[in-house]
Every structure is written in structure tokens, then in C-alpha cells.
């Protein structure tokens, strides 16, 4: 369907718009989308889960705002789906549709909200490294707390920080939610030759386990673990672009409303000037992965024999362990 409104400047480059419940956070994100003014819009909602009371008409709130809200002439294509597939495999899914029909672009989850700037740095940057395999996401995230990583309006990382982000089919065509290949790369530690950090390397080696012994079940984990297997990179911001306004008792997953990751402050960027070479900065991703491992002495507990039964647990019960867990960090 397309929506008309005077002319003005517009972005280019499609967007992927991924909804679930909680419409007046959505609707924060999509107020950006909205002076963003993309000529192609895909909006990709998953599904109400079963048992959830009202999460049906909330999902269906959601939906009729976004879709209500869009007064601009854009091109929209939806994914609206009726059964809840859940997080991994929703969003994962739906990023596939998407670059299947696009080829690139900007991928923003309900509770991201960015700066105007953060579209054009990933026009910009989508356009620059297009044909470059090395480079395979653009991140507008930094948690840098303010530690400028050289004098260009971006870094390289080897992390793929994924609260607003954008990428190509080429880079997404890796992303494995099974972690095929992860059991050769345990084998032949090639953890040790991304990180100097001990701490950085236990992270993610943790959470890669997780993931292949099907316990942590997102889909952000398996996307970091695809730029580590293919030797990538990403484009990450200088500055903060983009804040995560979804960590709330009502969250799925970001449910501890005292991350220092929460409403992180976004900024505006002017010039998008260029590194004067493609190498990764190994400090500043020893740094933020210190920062994910961080673990609060109570919490450390918790999660250690969170961990324990998880081991010993038929799969079957995992997701009311999760449930159970997330309720007690909401309680606390």
C-alpha cells in the first residue's frame, strides 16, 4: 500500500520495523522511523503467546498504531503473524524475509530508538562496504562510556552490537541459530586469538555453549558467533546512536531496569568521516565485553544455580525455569 503526503527528503534505504506488544514504547521507536520517512517500510510482528491474558488486544493495539501512524508516501510490506514464534525465531525469520526482498538494510527492534543521524550513518556505511565481505554489520550502539576509539565518526569491531543495526544479505546468509560449526571452533580455540581479555573470552565462550547446548535461546548471540566465525567486522558509531528503552518489568528478556545498558543517551553525529584502516579495535571490544560479563554479586549466585539446574533439567522445562527466573528479577 503506499501513503501520501507532500514531498520532502526521504531516506533510501529500506527499514525493518520489528513489533511484538507493549504499543506505547513502539511507538517511541516509530515516531523516529516516521521523521526518518523511509520509502520502503517492513513491519514484522510476532505473534501472542499462548496463556499470556490480554496480550492478544495488546499485540493488536500495537499493530493498529504503527500501522494508524504512517502518513508519509512510503512503500509497506507486513508480516503480521498469528502464532507466536517467540524471539529467536521470529527475528531471525523476519530478517531473512527482509533481506530475501532487499538485499540490505536498517533493522530497529520496537524498543530501539534512534537518532536521525543514526539512518544516514547507515546509508552511508551500507553503501560504502557493500561489496567489502570483510565488513558485515553496521551498529549505531556504543558502550564505550564516552572512550572515543580514534577520530573518526566510526571503529571496527568484531561485535555486532544489535540495537539498531543494519546489514546485507551477503553477512546475514552466516547467521546459523544451531551454531553448526561452533564445536570446531571450541576445539580449536579460536576465541583466544579475538580477545586479550580472560574475562572476555569466558563470556563469550559461556554463551556460545549456551546456545549450542539449547539453553540460551535468542538470536543475537548466533549472530555475534557468525561475524567470529567468518573473521568480520562492524562499523560501530563513535558516539551513541541509539537507546534501548525496553528494559521494563513487562520486558520479555531485558527485564533488570538497573543495566547500565538502559536509556543509554543517543547523539547526533555531523560528518561521516572514515578510519583510516580496517583493523578492529581490540581494546574497545576487551572493554564492552567486560562490561556484558559484569556480573552483580547476587545476581552471580542466582545465576550460577540458574545455570546448575538448567544442566540437569529436561529441555521441556527450560522456558518455566526462564519464566520463573524473570519473575524473581522483576520482584527484586
Known amino acids: 500500500m503506499t501513503h501520501s503526503k507532500a514531498a520532502q527528503e526521504r531516506l533510501e534505504t529500506p527499514v525493518l520495523f520489528l513489533i511484538f506488544n507493549q504499543p506505547a514504547i513502539t511507538m517511541q521507536t516509530f515516531e523516529e522511523i516516521r521523521k526518518a ?17 490480554g496480550e492478544a488486544e495488546e499485540c493488536a493495539e500495537t499493530r493498529r498504531a504503527v500501522l494508524g501512524s ?33 538485499g540490505e538494510g ?10 536521525q543521524s543514526f539512518f544516514t550513518f547507515c546509508a552511508g556505511l551500507l553503501e560504502k ?12 550502539s556504543n558502550y564505550q562510556q564516552g572512550n572515543a576509539r580514534g ?17 546485507w544479505k551477503r553477512a546475514w546468509s552466516h547467521w546459523d541459530g544451531a551454531l553448526s560449526g561452533y564445536p570446531a571452533f571450541r576445539a580449536n580455540r579460536r576465541i583466544e586469538t579475538l580477545f586479550h581479555s580472560r574475562a572476555a573470552r ?14 540460551d535461546k535468542t538470536w543475537g548471540h548466533p549472530w555475534v558467533f557468525a561475524v567470529f566465525a567468518q573473521h568480520g567486522v562492524c562499523a ?12 521494563t518489568a513487562n520486558a520479555t528478556n531485558a527485564v533488570d531496569t538497573d543495566s547500565p545498558f538502559a536509556n543509554t543517551p543517543r547523539h ?14 581490540l581494546g574497545a571490544d576487551d572493554f564492552f565485553s567486560r562490561r556484558l560479563a559484569y556480573v552483580k554479586p547476587a545476581q552471580r549466585l542466582v545465576q550460577g544455580a540458574k545455570r546448575a539446574v538448567l544442566a540437569v533439567l529436561p529441555p521441556r522445562y527450560h522456558e518455566s525455569l526462564k519464566r520463573l527466573y524473570r519473575g524473581m528479577r522483576k520482584a527484586t
Open 37 to 53: 520517512r523511509p520509502r520502503r517500510l517492513f513491519i514484522s510482528a510476532d505473534g501472542p503467546r499462548p496463556g499470556k491474558p
Open 70 to 102: 504512517i502518513d508519509w508516501e512510503c512503500e509497506v510490506t507486513t508480516r503480521l503473524l498469528e502464532n507466536n514464534l517467540g524471539c529467536k525465531a521470529a527475528v531471525s525469520s523476519a530478517i531473512t524475509w527482509f533481506l530475501d526482498k532487499t
Open 106 to 115: 536498517i533493522i530497529l527492534e520496537y524498543d530501539c530508538v534512534p537518532s
Open 129 to 140: 562496504y557493500r561489496h567489502d565481505e570483510r565488513v558485515m554489520a553496521i551498529s549505531g
Open 151 to 167: 577520530e573518526a565518526a566510526y571503529y571496527f569491531s568484531r561485535i555486532p552490537a544489535a540495537w539498531g543495526w543494519a546489514t
Open 202 to 215: 569466558n563470556y563469550w565462550t559461556l554463551k556460545f555453549d549456551q546456545v549450542h547446548g539449547g539453553i
Open 236 to 247: 560501530t558509531a563513535n558516539r551513541n546512536l541509539v537507546t534501548n528503552i525496553g528494559f
Open 268 to 281: 547526533e553525529i555531523g560528518d561521516l568521516s572514515h578510519p583510516d584502516c580496517l583493523v578492529p579495535d
